[in-house]
């Protein structure tokens, strides 16, 4: 059993990250070997509608062909038994880099021969953890819950269960006084840091090892 987790944000210690290694812990603690991977380490692009995964030829087999430093991860990820995906939401989708691996991992395993028929080899058990500046009651007017549904359907192209955790308002910066952030009460933040994050990171940790359990 092998979980692997992927880094959508450009910071490699803070909120995304911390709660992605909490699913990787959950994972390991039913049994499965974790990675975490941070996307920004990486240098890739997302598809440049090649097709070369839709020929009639193709020896693809739902990896994309293009050949740079994503090639061996998404190889890796396709064997894996358990995939953690993570991003903040910036301007109400996650980041370019997540997009771009999403491209690159998601249309090579679908068919044009039969409307969103999935032609991955094996079944993979998907969660997404997203994190955000928007309170949890703005959620809807947002439309987040349009952008967890739409993930949720994309991460089902591996043929797995699907869950999503996600935490709202969370610390974007430890000390707001350095900022224009007139909108946000600092201290406010930093309370619910304290109070709230603990308990999302635990959601966190509940599925990744759901998700290593799960058949």
Known sequence: MKAIAINGSPRKDWNTAIMLQNALDGAASVGALTKLI??????????????????????????CA???SLREMLAEVLASDVLVLGSP?????????????????????????EFGKSVAEKPVNCGFVFTMNC???????AH????????????GILKGKTEIV????????????K??????DGAARAKRREEQFPVDCRNAFEMGARLATAS
């Not at 941070?38 to 990896?63: P, Q, V």
């Not at 910036?90 to 691996?101: A, H, P």
């Not at 952008?147 to 359907?153: A, D, K, N, P």
């Open 38 to 63: 941070h996307l920004y380490d990486l240098d890739f692009k997302g598809c440049t509608s090649c097709f070369a995964c839709k020929r009639k030829d193709s020896t693809c087999a739902g990896l």
């Open 66 to 68: 293009q050949r740079d």
């Open 89 to 113: 939401i910036y301007f109400g989708d996650v980041t370019g880099e997540m997009r771009s691996f999403l491209e690159r991992l998601m249309f090579p395993n679908i068919t044009y021969n």
């Open 135 to 141: 309170p949890e009651q703005f959620m809807v007017n």
């Open 144 to 155: 987040y819950d349009i952008l967890f549904e739409t993930h949720s359907h994309l991460m």
């Open 166 to 177: 996600a935490s709202y308002e969370t610390l974007q910066f430890t000390d707001y006084l």
């Open 179 to 184: 900022y224009d952030a007139a909108m946000i």
